[in-house]
């Protein structure tokens, strides 16, 4: 079992920042694959970025190329997405993901295993 805490989420003004955490515990980091992914009000849930387990690849949608960077502190069992350039559209809920595994990452949610509870993101001026 994996337990998933998000943290960072706030309200921003259009252009600005964010840096929200996801910490991670119940089994070896190494062998966690985490997604983060986002749900708007009326919208589907959607992947936003992922990294594979050990520093492996990563992948992102189009929409945040450019703009989102997912990285891992293994030391602190913990993923982060900074946000940069934010738009009003990025207003969600932002969720981390978590799934055991050695291959690389994707944007499917029913791949994952394991959900955080979501922090809330706002993008308004």
């Known amino acids: 079992q994996l337990q998933l805490v998000e943290s960072g989420g706030g309200l921003v003004q259009p252009g600005g920042s964010l840096r929200l955490s996801c910490a991670v515990s119940?089994?070896?980091?190494?062998?966690?694959?985490i997604g983060w992914f986002r749900h708007a009000p009326g919208k589907e849930r959607e992947g936003v970025s992922c990294?594979?387990?050990?520093?492996?690849?990563?992948s992102s949608a189009d929409s945040v190329k450019g703009r989102f960077t997912i990285s891992r502190d293994n030391a602190k069992n913990t993923v982060y997405l900074q946000m940069t350039s934010l738009k009003p559209e990025d207003t969600a809920v932002y969720y981390c993901?978590?799934?055991?595994?050695?291959?690389?990452?994707?944007?499917?949610?029913?791949?994952?295993?394991?959900w955080g509870q979501g922090t809330q993101v706002t993008v308004s001026s």
């Open positions: 990294i594979s387990s050990s520093y492996g690849p990563t």
């Open positions: 119940g089994s070896t980091f190494d062998y966690v694959a």
């Open positions: 993901a978590a799934k055991m595994t050695f291959r690389p990452c994707g944007l499917t949610e029913r791949n994952y295993d394991y």
